[in-house]
């Protein structure tokens, strides 16, 4: 089998690593299956779609809708990069499945509004499966409605021309969408479980997502929040399909 690629932003060595085990394990991939490329380390090399089955997108701590002036010149890199790359994978209709930094990525490439009206604080909401959704090859095998984790600034607040949204929530309208057959993407993190979203909010107390003399609170309502077990099931289906 032709391996999956993972294109990944977080410079914390422990963050990464769980973010790569985390993709690996719920896609059911062998270590051999899904190869990883750390864009916050090095630029990203030439390759050639044809050698991968498919693209996931990990999280990332860079937001598409900061300004210009306030982007590192290490953000700025991994922007025109991931556009290039988009440039062929939209072209193509190549397997690329984003979680939350992808809908950035894909939405502004497309043409979408990316900004900070639908905002979330790290949590589990409550996502919904539209009727588009339910006759789409991967979201139509979740529950109708389903919990997920979520925690970002920003998010899609028009969708690209031609996108198909997929599921919907309450405080952020647009959780997930496709473009053309095989280009997704999902506001919500489907390789997150309880534990890991723990780590990523003691991770990120200082970085605005949320009030950080309430991390204990957080902390608290996540281990609270009602069991989130569907989501997780995308990147299995999505590797299954995709795997050549």
Known sequence: MRPFLLLATRSDDALAEAEYQAF????GLEPTELMR???????????????FSGVFVGGSPFNASDPRESKSDVQLRVEAEMSALLDRV????FPFFGACYGVGTLGVHEGGVVDRTYGEPAGAI???????????????????SFHAWVGHKEAVSRLPPGAVLLA??????????????NLYATQFHPELTA????????????????DPDRLDDTERAIRSAPPVTAPSALLRMFAERYAR
């Open 24 to 27: 690996r394990a719920f896609a």
């Open 37 to 51: 490329i750390r864009l916050e380390r090095e630029p990203m090399p030439q390759f050639d779609l044809d050698d």
């Open 90 to 93: 939209v072209a193509s209709d």
């Open 126 to 144: 409550e996502v919904t499966v539209t009727d588009a959704g339910a006759r789409d090859p991967l979201f139509g095998e979740l529950p109708r």
């Open 168 to 181: 919907a929530g309450d405080a952020c309208p647009v959780q997930a969408f496709r473009l053309r057959s």
């Open 195 to 210: 534990d890991d979203i723990v780590e990523r909010v003691r991770a990120y107390r200082y970085e605005g997502y949320f």
